[in-house]
Protein backbone atom coordinates (compact mmCIF):
# COMPACT_ATOMS: atom_id res chain seq x y z
CA UNK A 1 0.00 0.00 0.00
CA UNK A 2 1.28 2.83 -1.14
CA UNK A 3 1.93 6.30 1.77
CA UNK A 4 1.29 9.36 1.65
CA UNK A 5 3.76 12.06 2.26
CA UNK A 6 2.05 12.77 5.50
CA UNK A 7 2.67 8.98 6.63
CA UNK A 8 5.94 8.60 5.56
CA UNK A 9 6.84 11.44 8.44
CA UNK A 10 4.47 10.59 11.15
CA UNK A 11 6.14 7.27 11.93
CA UNK A 12 6.41 8.29 15.50
CA UNK A 13 4.40 10.77 17.58
CA UNK A 14 4.08 14.27 16.57
CA UNK A 15 4.47 15.81 19.59
CA UNK A 16 6.46 15.18 22.82
CA UNK A 17 4.40 12.80 25.10
CA UNK A 18 6.38 14.06 28.34
CA UNK A 19 5.71 17.46 27.73
CA UNK A 20 3.31 18.57 30.76
CA UNK A 21 2.07 21.39 29.25
CA UNK A 22 -0.67 19.18 27.48
CA UNK A 23 -2.28 17.93 30.14
CA UNK A 24 -1.62 21.02 33.04
CA UNK A 25 -1.93 24.25 30.84
CA UNK A 26 -4.35 23.30 27.69
CA UNK A 27 -6.22 26.25 26.96
CA UNK A 28 -5.52 28.02 30.28
CA UNK A 29 -2.13 29.05 29.64
CA UNK A 30 0.36 29.09 26.24
CA UNK A 31 3.44 26.57 26.33
CA UNK A 32 5.88 25.69 24.41
CA UNK A 33 6.67 22.23 22.80
CA UNK A 34 8.09 20.56 20.64
CA UNK A 35 7.09 18.58 17.30
CA UNK A 36 7.81 16.22 13.96
CA UNK A 37 7.79 19.18 11.28
CA UNK A 38 10.90 20.28 9.74
CA UNK A 39 12.28 22.02 7.12
CA UNK A 40 13.02 19.48 5.34
CA UNK A 41 9.01 18.22 5.37
CA UNK A 42 7.91 17.28 1.75
CA UNK A 43 4.58 19.45 2.23
CA UNK A 44 6.21 22.37 3.95
CA UNK A 45 8.95 22.59 1.02
CA UNK A 46 8.28 26.00 -1.33
CA UNK A 47 7.81 23.49 -4.18
CA UNK A 48 4.91 22.17 -2.42
CA UNK A 49 3.60 25.19 -1.29
CA UNK A 50 2.78 26.86 -4.29
CA UNK A 51 0.46 24.20 -5.76
CA UNK A 52 -1.84 25.27 -2.95
CA UNK A 53 -1.92 28.69 -5.65
CA UNK A 54 -2.66 26.89 -8.21
CA UNK A 55 -5.16 24.40 -6.67
CA UNK A 56 -8.49 25.45 -7.14
CA UNK A 57 -9.55 24.14 -3.66
CA UNK A 58 -7.45 25.62 -2.00
CA UNK A 59 -6.22 28.95 -3.58
CA UNK A 60 -9.76 30.99 -2.11
CA UNK A 61 -8.59 30.42 1.06
CA UNK A 62 -5.40 32.18 0.82
CA UNK A 63 -4.65 35.92 1.46
CA UNK A 64 -1.68 37.76 1.42
CA UNK A 65 -0.31 41.60 2.12
CA UNK A 66 2.85 43.28 1.41
CA UNK A 67 4.29 46.20 3.01
CA UNK A 68 5.31 47.87 6.27
CA UNK A 69 2.36 47.04 9.22
CA UNK A 70 2.83 48.15 12.79
CA UNK A 71 2.29 45.69 15.92
CA UNK A 72 -0.96 47.44 16.29
CA UNK A 73 -2.34 48.46 12.92
CA UNK A 74 -5.72 46.71 12.18
CA UNK A 75 -6.18 44.22 9.66
CA UNK A 76 -8.39 45.95 7.48
CA UNK A 77 -6.03 49.08 6.98
CA UNK A 78 -2.91 46.70 5.33
CA UNK A 79 -1.15 48.69 2.81
CA UNK A 80 -2.64 48.17 -0.51
CA UNK A 81 -1.25 45.28 -3.15
CA UNK A 82 1.19 45.95 -5.73
CA UNK A 83 1.77 42.64 -6.59
CA UNK A 84 0.03 39.62 -7.54
CA UNK A 85 -0.26 36.54 -5.09
CA UNK A 86 2.04 34.47 -7.33
CA UNK A 87 4.65 37.31 -7.61
CA UNK A 88 4.53 38.15 -3.70
CA UNK A 89 5.13 34.00 -3.32
CA UNK A 90 7.35 34.06 -6.04
CA UNK A 91 9.64 36.78 -4.09
CA UNK A 92 9.24 35.82 -0.65
CA UNK A 93 12.51 36.87 0.79
CA UNK A 94 12.24 40.17 0.51
CA UNK A 95 8.34 41.19 -0.39
CA UNK A 96 8.01 41.96 3.21
CA UNK A 97 4.84 39.74 2.98
CA UNK A 98 2.83 37.60 4.82
CA UNK A 99 0.85 34.88 3.08
CA UNK A 100 -2.01 33.13 5.10
CA UNK A 101 -3.25 29.94 3.17
CA UNK A 102 -6.32 28.91 5.42
CA UNK A 103 -8.09 26.20 3.69
CA UNK A 104 -4.50 23.61 3.40
CA UNK A 105 -7.04 21.34 5.11
CA UNK A 106 -9.03 21.12 1.95
CA UNK A 107 -5.77 19.31 0.40
CA UNK A 108 -6.02 15.35 1.66
CA UNK A 109 -2.71 15.23 2.73
CA UNK A 110 -2.72 18.42 4.86
CA UNK A 111 -6.08 17.22 5.94
CA UNK A 112 -4.31 14.12 7.27
CA UNK A 113 -1.90 16.00 9.23
CA UNK A 114 -4.69 17.84 10.68
CA UNK A 115 -6.59 15.26 11.87
CA UNK A 116 -3.48 13.28 12.85
CA UNK A 117 -2.56 16.20 15.49
CA UNK A 118 -5.71 16.64 17.03
CA UNK A 119 -5.99 13.13 17.76
CA UNK A 120 -2.60 13.28 19.37
CA UNK A 121 -3.46 16.33 21.44
CA UNK A 122 -6.69 15.05 22.90
CA UNK A 123 -4.42 12.26 23.94
CA UNK A 124 -2.12 14.21 25.07
CA UNK A 125 -4.45 16.60 26.63
CA UNK A 126 -7.22 14.31 27.85
CA UNK A 127 -9.67 17.05 26.65
CA UNK A 128 -13.06 15.97 24.72
CA UNK A 129 -11.77 17.85 21.96
CA UNK A 130 -14.37 15.53 19.62
CA UNK A 131 -17.45 16.72 21.19
CA UNK A 132 -16.59 20.09 22.15
CA UNK A 133 -15.52 20.81 18.62
CA UNK A 134 -17.49 23.25 15.82
CA UNK A 135 -14.89 22.69 13.42
CA UNK A 136 -11.08 22.57 12.81
CA UNK A 137 -8.20 24.04 10.65
CA UNK A 138 -5.01 24.02 9.27
CA UNK A 139 -3.03 27.31 8.48
CA UNK A 140 0.09 27.46 7.16
CA UNK A 141 1.76 31.23 7.42
CA UNK A 142 4.24 32.09 5.01
CA UNK A 143 6.40 35.14 5.82
CA UNK A 144 8.88 37.36 4.61
CA UNK A 145 12.00 38.70 6.88
CA UNK A 146 11.23 40.65 9.60
CA UNK A 147 7.44 40.94 8.72
CA UNK A 148 5.50 41.68 12.05
CA UNK A 149 1.74 40.17 12.24
CA UNK A 150 0.30 42.46 14.10
CA UNK A 151 -1.46 42.45 17.40
CA UNK A 152 -4.85 39.85 17.34
CA UNK A 153 -7.09 37.54 18.95
CA UNK A 154 -8.59 34.83 18.34
CA UNK A 155 -11.20 32.45 18.46
CA UNK A 156 -9.68 29.25 18.09
CA UNK A 157 -7.85 27.10 20.12
CA UNK A 158 -4.17 26.99 18.31
CA UNK A 159 -1.03 24.97 18.13
CA UNK A 160 1.34 26.86 16.16
CA UNK A 161 4.66 25.17 14.81
CA UNK A 162 7.58 26.51 13.25
CA UNK A 163 8.61 24.46 10.40
CA UNK A 164 11.41 27.23 8.96
CA UNK A 165 13.16 29.94 10.06
CA UNK A 166 13.00 31.65 13.52
CA UNK A 167 10.40 34.33 14.83
CA UNK A 168 9.21 35.58 18.41
CA UNK A 169 5.59 35.44 19.34
CA UNK A 170 4.63 37.56 22.50
CA UNK A 171 1.09 36.17 23.76
CA UNK A 172 -0.61 38.08 26.51
CA UNK A 173 -2.87 36.55 29.43
CA UNK A 174 -6.45 36.94 28.22
CA UNK A 175 -7.66 37.24 31.93
CA UNK A 176 -5.59 40.57 32.51
CA UNK A 177 -8.53 42.95 32.23
CA UNK A 178 -6.14 46.24 31.66
CA UNK A 179 -4.68 44.07 28.79
CA UNK A 180 -7.80 43.21 27.67
CA UNK A 181 -10.96 44.33 28.76
CA UNK A 182 -14.21 42.55 28.93
CA UNK A 183 -15.65 45.27 26.50
CA UNK A 184 -12.65 43.92 23.94
CA UNK A 185 -13.78 40.54 24.20
CA UNK A 186 -17.74 41.17 23.73
CA UNK A 187 -17.12 43.33 20.48
CA UNK A 188 -14.83 40.57 19.60
CA UNK A 189 -17.23 37.99 19.78
CA UNK A 190 -20.17 40.06 18.23
CA UNK A 191 -18.82 42.06 15.50
CA UNK A 192 -15.11 42.76 14.74
CA UNK A 193 -12.06 40.51 14.82
CA UNK A 194 -10.06 43.36 15.00
CA UNK A 195 -11.38 44.35 18.64
CA UNK A 196 -8.44 43.45 20.38
CA UNK A 197 -6.11 46.61 20.56
CA UNK A 198 -2.40 46.35 21.45
CA UNK A 199 -1.63 48.22 24.82
CA UNK A 200 2.20 48.97 24.37
CA UNK A 201 2.50 50.15 28.27
CA UNK A 202 2.01 46.24 29.36
CA UNK A 203 4.11 44.49 26.26
CA UNK A 204 6.80 43.81 29.69
CA UNK A 205 3.62 41.39 30.53
CA UNK A 206 3.88 39.30 27.40
CA UNK A 207 5.32 35.98 27.70
CA UNK A 208 7.57 35.76 24.52
CA UNK A 209 8.46 32.41 22.93
CA UNK A 210 11.52 32.12 20.04
CA UNK A 211 10.11 29.84 17.58
CA UNK A 212 12.68 27.55 15.72
CA UNK A 213 11.80 25.20 13.50
CA UNK A 214 10.70 21.64 15.43
CA UNK A 215 9.04 24.39 18.42
CA UNK A 216 5.73 25.46 19.18
CA UNK A 217 3.52 27.12 20.83
CA UNK A 218 -0.22 26.57 22.39
CA UNK A 219 -1.29 29.83 22.05
CA UNK A 220 -5.22 29.37 23.96
CA UNK A 221 -8.43 31.00 22.97
CA UNK A 222 -8.59 34.67 23.19
CA UNK A 223 -5.01 35.23 24.07
CA UNK A 224 -3.86 38.26 22.44
CA UNK A 225 -0.75 37.71 20.48
CA UNK A 226 1.72 39.15 17.84
CA UNK A 227 4.84 37.94 16.00
CA UNK A 228 8.12 39.48 14.82
CA UNK A 229 9.64 37.22 11.96
CA UNK A 230 13.44 36.91 12.25
CA UNK A 231 15.29 37.71 9.52
CA UNK A 232 14.09 34.84 7.36
CA UNK A 233 11.47 33.62 5.51
CA UNK A 234 9.47 31.66 7.98
CA UNK A 235 6.93 28.49 7.81
CA UNK A 236 4.42 27.68 10.10
CA UNK A 237 1.51 25.40 10.67
CA UNK A 238 -1.27 26.47 12.82
CA UNK A 239 -3.46 23.46 13.92
CA UNK A 240 -6.59 24.61 15.88
CA UNK A 241 -10.05 24.30 16.46
CA UNK A 242 -13.10 26.35 17.35
CA UNK A 243 -15.61 25.21 20.16
CA UNK A 244 -19.36 25.06 20.08
CA UNK A 245 -20.72 28.70 20.25
CA UNK A 246 -22.40 27.57 23.09
CA UNK A 247 -18.98 27.57 24.95
CA UNK A 248 -18.03 31.36 25.01
CA UNK A 249 -19.44 33.01 21.61
CA UNK A 250 -23.13 33.45 22.90
CA UNK A 251 -22.23 34.67 26.49
CA UNK A 252 -19.96 37.19 25.46
CA UNK A 253 -22.54 38.35 22.34
CA UNK A 254 -25.28 38.33 25.67
CA UNK A 255 -23.36 41.07 27.36
CA UNK A 256 -22.45 42.88 24.35
CA UNK A 257 -26.40 43.47 24.05
CA UNK A 258 -26.68 44.36 27.15
CA UNK A 259 -24.18 46.54 27.63
CA UNK A 260 -25.47 48.82 24.29
CA UNK A 261 -28.70 48.59 26.79
CA UNK A 262 -26.66 50.50 29.82
CA UNK A 263 -26.23 47.59 31.87
CA UNK A 264 -23.31 46.31 32.97
CA UNK A 265 -23.31 42.30 32.45
CA UNK A 266 -21.84 39.84 34.61
CA UNK A 267 -18.50 38.36 33.43
CA UNK A 268 -18.34 35.26 31.96
CA UNK A 269 -17.62 32.57 34.58
CA UNK A 270 -19.24 34.39 37.57
CA UNK A 271 -22.13 32.70 37.37
CA UNK A 272 -23.23 29.43 35.82
CA UNK A 273 -26.75 30.40 36.09
CA UNK A 274 -26.28 33.50 34.38
CA UNK A 275 -24.27 32.16 31.69
CA UNK A 276 -26.73 29.11 31.00
CA UNK A 277 -29.80 31.57 30.75
CA UNK A 278 -27.75 33.90 28.19
CA UNK A 279 -26.26 30.94 26.17
CA UNK A 280 -30.35 30.10 26.10
CA UNK A 281 -31.66 33.33 24.83
CA UNK A 282 -28.49 33.50 22.28
CA UNK A 283 -29.19 30.02 21.34
CA UNK A 284 -33.06 30.72 20.72
CA UNK A 285 -33.01 33.95 19.06
CA UNK A 286 -30.29 32.49 16.55
CA UNK A 287 -32.86 29.85 15.89
CA UNK A 288 -35.27 32.46 15.34
CA UNK A 289 -33.34 34.56 13.15
CA UNK A 290 -32.53 31.51 11.32
CA UNK A 291 -36.14 30.05 10.66
CA UNK A 292 -36.89 33.61 9.71
CA UNK A 293 -34.75 33.66 6.95
CA UNK A 294 -35.05 30.29 6.03
CA UNK A 295 -39.67 31.32 6.07
CA UNK A 296 -38.20 34.67 3.60
CA UNK A 297 -36.67 32.48 1.27
CA UNK A 298 -39.52 29.84 0.41
FE1 LIG B 1 -3.27 34.40 15.73
Known amino acids: MPTTPTQM ?46 DPVTRPGIYYDAGEIGIGQRWDSVPERKQTLEETFDRIDNAGAWILMKRVHKDPDYSEVLDECLKEVQRLSGRQIDQDKKSQEAIIFLTSPNRVTSYHIDRECNFLMQVRGEKEISVFDRNDREVLPETELETFWSKDNNAGVYKPQYQNRATVFLMKPGTGVHI ?13 VSIS ?62
Open 237 to 298: LSISYQYKDWQRKYVFQANYYLRKMGLNPTPPGKSALLDNTKRMVMQAGFAGKKLLQQKRAN
Open 220 to 232: PVNFPHWLKNGNN
Open 9 to 54: HLTASIFNAANPGFRENFDEKPFEFTHCFCADHPLFQLSRLRQLID
